[in-house]
């Protein structure tokens, strides 16, 4: 399966370098995955859902299935169940009380010790500073104790302010992360808001964080000068502990890390997050169970394990210094590796996607988190408002009846054949003869751009589709409307359309429809997102990706090692 270590490589710009191999996955005549030889290709196609073994027949491993970073599910056994509700009578209360006792025990010693600070210079340390540190660490140890978090693994060796002025902490699943916060009382980058909290607000600004104003439009850039501050102090100031990835996920990849921790370009130390309990309850992700449900359910374990590794710390090189994306890359590929999880490109911005509320909630397997990345990383989504959207739209219905082949569409959107525009081209490729439409493409820019917004991109796509005589719709356009709209594989909106054709006329108009929703506001759930939704299982191998295979690709995201077992949390 070729050498490990090339998944590793550091990356560079320089195009002669591979920084990872991609492992092909083809779908055998008896519709069996299997790998083949690496290659420089970016494109890995994961069709068949049913079928995912974690071995091949050879006993070489398969990257793990991909899995929606922004959506956690908990499903529980009957015998869980009969566990978590005796606990809730017997052990929670008595844990959240004593946790919730031991916060306001703190709240003094933050207080004292917060007495006299300045936002700009550290202070002398004092005795009575170290004591309320001291003081402080001990009843936060006491606190997460008392949570079920009995005992910590700390592996590797931290490294001191002085050589490793920042952090770089993943994945971030949880704000019981906040575990190795109150172990170090290292700085983070909190929003100006939190600072008010009662009694929470206290304890923050005992470690010096960093603070975010919503507010005000600078802030970003006062945000990343502080950080920068602070990093060139020589191990003055205390460490930042920075989780780079931005938001939640659920520990099944890594997405993207914001350049923050890595524009001082000063040597970071990787440190690296585990929750290896059997039933996760830790994970709080923007689509799934909400804080006190995971609160409950994870003071209603008997034990919750957690493990922090402290990487080796990693020195930028002087192009790494120059670009901090570069420098964002290679520290997560190494923290890939260390956790054995696959990398994605996928970012805090796509999370909107899967948090969108309203009849269009885009499901979690939905191919338009590819299709969202693609968009962004080629600069279709930069600049474009509803009127944008409009011209799109209208542009689209002039060239009603053509299929765009890959050099038409570079054409249409003004851009050079790239393997990234080919990929998204690909996406909308349905038949596999390398022609598209170009209706299903400003759909789901459309999507992409204003995912709160789910009636003006139905609108917008009534207006391409729908006959200039009475303006009306047949079955089978909108069919391909609310299969681009969801990112999905194909669905069936038979039973939809009927029940929206009361008279039986074999098709409808934008009107109809929208009388139908303000009836049936969660349609997409009763009539296509149920057992009516045919996920990516084509029978055949598939010709083509992205909408046409719901189980979309990932560019340059797999990094878990062939040869190794992923594990699970």
């Known amino acids: 399966m070729g050498n490990m270590e090339n998944f590793y490589l550091r990356q560079t710009t320089d195009s002669s370098i591979v920084a990872h191999h991609t492992y092909v996955i083809s779908l ?6 299997m790998v083949l030889e690496p290659t420089d290709q970016h494109v890995m196609k994961l069709p068949n859902k049913q079928h995912h073994s974690s071995e091949n027949e050879d006993g070489s491993d398969l990257p793990p299935p991909f899995r929606n970073p922004f959506v956690h599910e908990l499903r529980f056994t009957p015998m869980e169940k009969i566990r978590i509700g005796v606990m809730t009578v017997t052990v929670f209360p008595v844990r959240l009380f004593f946790a919730v006792l031991l916060m306001l025990l703190a709240w003094p010693f933050a207080f004292a010790a917060s007495l006299g ?7 002398t340390e004092t005795w009575w500073r170290r004591i309320c540190d001291i ?11 008392c949570g079920g978090f009995h005992w910590v693994t700390v592996k590797g060796e931290p490294a001191p302010p002085s050589q490793a002025p920042i952090l770089t902490l993943a994945p971030h ?31 923050i600004k005992f470690i010096r964080p960093v603070f975010v104003s919503r507010s005000d439009q600078d802030s970003r850039k ?50 690296v997050l585990r929750y290896p309990n059997r039933m996760d309850t830790i994970t709080w992700t923007w689509q799934g169970p909400g804080a006190f449900e995971i609160l409950w359910l994870t003071l209603c374990q008997f034990h919750n394990p957690i493990e922090i590794e402290y990487l080796p710390l990693y020195t930028p090189s002087e192009e790494e210094k120059n670009n901090p994306a570069l420098f964002a890359n290679n520290v997560r590929s190494i923290m890939a590796k260390a956790l054995e999880l696959p990398i994605t490109d996928l970012s805090f911005d796509d999370c909107q996607l899967s948090l969108a509320k309203g009849p269009m909630r885009v499901p979690s397997n939905s191919s338009l988190l590819q299709f969202n990345r693609l968009a962004r990383r080629l600069g279709l989504r930069a600049g474009t408002t509803d009127t944008v959207l409009e011209q799109q739209a209208s542009k689209a219905r002039k060239l009603w009846g053509y299929r765009l082949g890959l050099g038409d569409f570079a054409h249409y959107l003004d851009l050079p ?18 022609q598209i439409d170009i209706r299903e493409y400003v759909i789901a820019l459309s999507v992409a751009c204003q995912p709160s917004k789910a009636m003006d991109t139905l609108r917008l796509a009534f ?48 009107d109809d429809f929208c009388r139908f929703v303000e009836q049936h506001p969660d349609f997409a759930q009763e009539y296509l997102l149920s057992s009516r939704t045919t996920p990516s299982t084509p029978h055949t191998a598939p010709l083509v990706n992205g909408f046409s295979v719901a189980n979309y690709d990932m560019e340059e995201q797999t990094c878990s090692l062939p040869g190794q077992k992923r594990k699970e949390d």
């Open 117 to 123: 600070r300045s936002e700009l210079a550290v202070e």
């Open 135 to 145: 003081a402080l660490r001990g009843i936060m140890r006491a606190m997460w104790f």
């Open 463 to 510: 207006g391409m589709y729908e006959a200039k005589e009475d303006r009306a719709i047949v079955e089978k356009d909108l069919a391909s409307i609310l299969r681009t709209a969801l990112g999905v594989a194909e669905v069936d909106v038979t039973e939809l359309f009927s029940a929206i054709d009361t008279l039986d006329a074999g098709k409808i108009t934008h």
């Open 417 to 434: 054949v790239t393997d990234m525009l080919t990929e998204l081209h690909s996406l909308f490729n349905q038949h596999g003869d390398g």
């Open 28 to 33: 055998t005549d008896e519709n069996e995955l």
């Open 222 to 271: 006062k945000t990343v000068e502080e950080i920068k501050r602070r990093a060139h102090a020589r191990g003055e100031w205390p460490q930042i502990m920075i989780f780079p990835e931005g938001t939640c996920t659920n520990r099944s990849c890594l997405i993207t890390f914001k350049p923050g921790a890595f524009i001082p370009a000063v040597p970071v130390q990787p440190v």
């Open 173 to 203: 699943s949880s704000y019981f992360d906040a575990i190795p916060v109150t172990m170090t009382m290292a700085s983070i980058v909190m929003k100006t808001e939190s600072k008010n909290i009662p009694v929470w607000g206290t304890l």
